[in-house]
């Protein structure tokens, strides 16, 4: 249930985590399409990139938006109270989200949620899959629980979890006129989890499955870390 910022255009190159988006002084976010990358996440510059994503911040009328700042979401779908998020951390929601889906901030106070969030990552960490490790050589999980013979635990391991990448442009154009509710989906990426200290989480950036849907939108492939199979005759 986390939600990261897309890549934008840095007025005043390169575009690091100290960069704040400000329209205004000719930050540009040129989101990705089905015939272009954009200036978006894309799996040519970031696939197997080591990140630490920190706690964002809401703020009005101008948005604080900072790369690698995630806020927690609600998933549609889910049932929603006391653990939900930790519980959407944990396990998978039994929900569909597609590229420019709107999807709520989840409600209450932000370093709150991100602890809720941070309590279900180190159950993934000690004790759903304990032994896995990133190969920075072949960008790939190793001795994970999805790997065992016998006694597989899921199809990947537990600890990549999906990222909804958000449109920084209407992140910033609705605080405005308030603090944001919302933010708008135009990517998804997946994140495996190598650590977390405080609510600082560390890890890699990597494709996660994703489904195919005639009626959702596509993006460009270097942009698409959702990979779906196909059978091609």
């Avoid at 958000?166 to 989906?185: E, T």
């Amino acid at each position: 249930p986390i939600a990261i910022p897309d890549r934008w255009n840095e007025n005043a190159p390169p575009w690091t985590s100290a960069s704040t988006f400000v329209p205004a002084a000719g930050d540009v976010y040129d989101p990705p399409e089905l015939v272009a990358a954009g200036s978006g996440l894309a799996l040519s510059a970031d696939f197997g990139a080591p990140v630490t994503i920190k706690e964002g911040v809401l703020t009005t009328p101008a948005a604080t938006i900072k790369p690698w700042r995630y806020l927690p979401i609600e998933i549609p779908g889910s049932v929603w109270g006391a653990g939900a998020l930790r519980n959407n951390t944990v396990r998978c929601a039994d929900a569909k989200v597609h590229f420019t889906d709107s999807l709520n901030i989840a409600a209450g106070d932000l370093h709150s949620n991100a602890l809720e969030i941070i309590d279900g990552l180190n159950e993934l960490i000690t004790v759903k899959d304990p032994g896995a490790v990133w190969n920075p050589a072949t960008k790939r999980v190793d001795n994970s629980c999805a790997d065992l013979a016998v006694g597989r635990c899921a199809p990947i391991s537990p600890r990549i979890l999906p990222m909804a990448v958000y449109d920084p442009k209407a992140l910033s154009d609705d605080s405005a006129g308030g603090l944001p509710a919302s933010i708008w989906v135009n990517n998804m990426v997946g994140f495996f989890v190598e650590s977390v200290s405080g609510t600082d989480i560390t890890g890699y950036i990597t494709t996660y499955p994703g489904l195919r849907d005639a009626g959702a939108g596509m993006l460009y492939d270097d942009s698409s870390f959702l990979r779906a199979p196909m059978l091609v005759q």
